[in-house]
């Protein structure tokens, strides 16, 4: 089973390569899923956003109320990084768990962790390779400007996470995402045939 991490900054499609992987056969790992549950109402990881950034973070529903923790650290390194103390532990544990699970199952030819802080994190190390989405900055910030963010939120993320070219000398591959759904699944089923089923 190999072991592949998928990273890109923000907009630059992961999330569309990750679906398109899970549809030629990878299982797929959400980071930002594992990062949600990490912090849900009940966890040790509730308790400790709560005491490190007050009980304003907590919505209407007793819940972690991610805009708003977003909204707190997003602008603020050092509050960022006290988040991601408490997070990113958590997340590793378990992305870890979950590959252990599926070497278990071994019916997986490969496992995709989707996580645009993959390498920051240091989660590429339980990977066997690192995949690396990118796309053009313009084409980034049209689409980050269709999906209602405005202009001056889409020029901050982008500076903070950039738009996956950083990356690339430490990619196994790179996928540049610059044309349209189809161009993007051709791509993708190119390097999976490179890198997975070709190695079968």
């Keep these: 089973m190999l072991t592949i991490g ?13 679906r398109i992987l899970g549809e030629l056969g990878a299982v797929v790992v959400d980071a930002d899923r594992l990062g949600h549950a990490a912090y849900r109402r009940g966890t040790a990881g509730f308790d ?8 304003d973070v907590v919505g209407a529903a007793g819940e972690i109320d991610r805009k708003r923790l977003g909204q707190l650290v997003f602008g603020d390194p050092g509050r960022r990084r006290k988040l991601e103390r408490i997070v990113w532990p ?8 979950r590959l252990r699970a599926e070497r278990r199952k071994g ?12 390498v920051e ?9 690192v995949w690396v989405v990118t ?5 980034v910030l049209r689409r980050l400007r269709g999906s209602g963010m405005s ?6 993320r982008v500076r903070v996470q950039g738009n996956g070219t950083r990356l690339r000398g430490q990619a196994a591959a790179t996928i540049v995402n ?8 051709r791509r993708v089923e190119s390097v999976w045939r490179e890198r997975v089923s070709g190695k079968a």
């Design 151 to 156: 202009e001056e939120d889409a020029l901050a």
């Design 107 to 118: 019916s997986a030819a490969a496992v995709v962790i989707e996580a645009a802080v993959l």
């Design 6 to 18: 998928l990273t890109g900054g923000i907009g630059t499609g992961k999330s569309e390569v990750a």
């Design 178 to 185: 610059d044309g349209g759904l189809e161009d993007l699944r």
């Design 90 to 97: 958590r997340i590793e544990d378990a992305i870890a768990e």
């Design 48 to 55: 400790e956003v709560v005491r490190a950034f007050g009980r």
């Design 121 to 129: 994190a240091g989660w590429d190390a339980l990977c066997d390779e």
């Design 135 to 139: 796309a053009p900055e313009g084409e």
